[in-house]
Every structure is written in structure tokens, then in C-alpha cells.
């Protein structure tokens, strides 16, 4: 049974970087063909794919959010963490890590972080 847990501030100040690491029990990042994702949900808005980092160490960004998105891993620590940089208020979201099988789609995922952003 693979697990995901995400981790990291839950209060982020504008203009700073959010960093949020998900680690990864059961399974190794580095196999599966997944692609280990990060999708965030804004209150009352839906489900936003922000990137994924493929078990090859290939990355994959969001369109609208490349230009602050930097998706590493940790394949000691089997975990693979997201850094959104430049925050606004309009980043606050429940942010969650989740492997994605490609055709076969996501499988597993973790419970979901609040990180909000505020002074």
C-alpha cells in the first residue's frame, strides 16, 4: 500500500516562497512509471494540476504556473517537494501530493495540506 504524506508551513507571507515536501512510504519514487504530482484546490474552486516530476526525473509544469513552479525529489529520502515562489494571497489552497499512472490515472494520495497566505 503506497502512502503519501505532505508536509510544510501552513502560513506562508507574500512574496515568499512556498516549499512543501511530500514523502512517499510503500512504493519507490523512482519506479512505477508515475508521474508524482502537485495539485492544489483554492477554497470554493476546483482541483489545479501545478506539476509532476516522472519516476525518471523528468518535470512537468502547469502552463500558468511554470515560471514559479520548481518540482525536485530526494530518491534517499524517497520524497519529492514543490517550491512555488513569488506567493499571493490567491496561492492559499489545500495542496496536495498524488501519484498519477498516466492512462490509468492517479491512485493514490495524500490527505492534503492548508497553506495559506497571508501578513
Known amino acids: 500500500q503506497v502512502q503519501l504524506q505532505e508536509s510544510g508551513p501552513g502560513l506562508v507571507k507574500p512574496s515568499q516562497t512556498l516549499s512543501l515536501t511530500c514523502t512517499v512510504s510503500g512504493g519507490s519514487i523512482t519506479t512505477n512509471y508515475a508521474y508524482w504530482s502537485w495539485i492544489r484546490q483554492p477554497p470554493g474552486k476546483g482541483l489545479e494540476w501545478m506539476g509532476a516530476i516522472h519516476y525518471s526525473g523528468s518535470t512537468y509544469y502547469s502552463p500558468s504556473l511554470k515560471s514559479r513552479t520548481s518540482i525536485s525529489r530526494d530518491t534517499s529520502k524517497n520524497q519529492f517537494t514543490l517550491q512555488l515562489s513569488s506567493v499571493t494571497p490567491e496561492d492559499t489552497a489545500v495542496y496536495y501530493c498524488?501519484?498519477?499512472?498516466?492512462?490509468?490515472?492517479?491512485?493514490?494520495w495524500g490527505q492534503g495540506t492548508q497553506v495559506t497566505v497571508s501578513s
Open positions: 498524488a501519484r498519477d499512472l498516466g492512462l490509468e490515472g492517479y491512485d493514490y
